[in-house]
């Protein structure tokens, strides 16, 4: 993909953002509506392959593991069901499956 064709998908992302997300009395009430949203499954669509094939980035490649840390533990509970795995994965430099594990725990206890 080219730099002129990622320019033209993130504008069209933010055009859809600014003509309905902004104006939208549902955006800020529960991110599950966004989810069933057209208009956030098309800002989806667009910008899905922006973020695909991004395999050489070391910041996409990193897996940590060990111990999790307080601050991880707080980021994963707080932006779970708000965010994709993969992005939470991306930040926090974690597997999803040991996301998934991680969250699983942190519930039992």
Known sequence: MTKAEKRRRRLQATQIYD???RQCPKVNSSLSV???CPY?????ELT???WEGN???PYFLS???GRWSRDEDLYILNHYGVLPLETISARTGR????ILKRIE?????
């Open 34 to 36: 966004c989810r069933e």
């Open 105 to 109: 725990e942190l519930q039992k206890a």
């Open 95 to 98: 597997s999803v499956r040991a």
């Open 55 to 57: 395999d050489f980035d």
């Open 48 to 50: 899905r392959p922006l």
């Open 63 to 65: 897996h940590r593991v």
């Open 19 to 21: 003509r309905h997300c």
């Open 40 to 44: 956030q499954q098309r800002m989806q």
